[in-house]
């Protein structure tokens, strides 16, 4: 298993530049550090919300690919999102979930992702496709095949917890908010 | 009984630009959420904090959101209040049911509905109280908070026990 850093680093070479919502706490933070964008969308609060906003623009933006890097510990606050997802079933969404079953940015307490596959459910909510993947040539494979099929998606990445916390996002959050927006315009 | 105007009020909303209404349903806002049922146009979220989540996506899209949602919900989404709509200046509109309006109203609504002016004062969300009387002026007050990019709320209270 690859730790969070390195699996986003995969990641962020394989899609190129797409459009990112990333979860609040060390996900944002490694983003940030792995790959500052105008289309990455940092939620820095709001914990468990990234795969919802991610929905409404996927909503209203169909003709994008939206990519959601969630965690487990995020996932499990709203997981209700995986109903209304699954409802709605957008084809342009690419749900990522880094699962190490902690809360690393609280100081790696454990979370209950061990005792269940959060895919899985995902599965059950109506997602099109999903996978758990753990080492690079897992990870750059389903990449590739996602390009090909309809979403949502999901992407079970389990990783390993630790690694050098991530420096925090410098941008102040209106900023983020206003190149995000003016980028998606572009879009 | 609910008013009327609030088939009207979801009617102007609409004609004005508001694209998306998204939230849980409230019968204080039965009228409302049924009008727009009608029309096809409510997304109904499994939590109210979902539903800003959504909305804001939306917003960010340039798409313009209402999220509705009963005072016991509006209580759950302070934290998204104030670490994403008012941290990112999303402008959203919230329509919320006021329950423990009214002295009599069902016991688990009575503490909420007794804080909640001060509640949304110390949030600083703009807000009004919207009538049968009111309710066209309060959406145009609504509409133009928006265009400064803020957040606000329209207060209906429940001034009937079922």
Redesign the interface.
Known sequence: MLIRKKAMKIIVNEIGNEII?SANGFISRDLFNVCDKENN?Y????M??????????????PKNQIFVFDGDGNILM?F??L??IGS?KPKNLVHIVFDNSRHASTGGQPTNSKFIKIEKIAQKCNYSHVFRVQNEQEIIKVLKKIKAISGPIMILIKINHGGKIGNRIEIP??E??QR??TN??KT | MTKNFQSDLFNFLLKNGVE?FIGVPDSTLKKFIDEGLKKKKI?I???E???????????????K?LVFMQNAGFANSL??I???VQ????PLIFLIGWRGYLPNDAPEHEKIGKIQPELIKNLGLISKIVTEKNWKDSCLWALKQNSKNLACGLIIRREFVD
Request: charged share 10%; aromatic share 4%; glycine share 10%.
């Open positions: 919502i969308f939620m820095i609060g709001s468990g919300l990234a795969s919802s906003i991610s929905l409404g623009i996927a909503i209203k933006k709203n209700g999102s109903v209304t709605i959050p209106i983020i908010k995000f927006m998606l315009e | 998306n997304l979220s499994t939590r904090e979902e539903a800003i989540g959504i909305a804001v996506g939306m917003s960010l899209s340039k798409s959101s934290s998204t104030t670490s994403l941290l990112y200046g999303i």
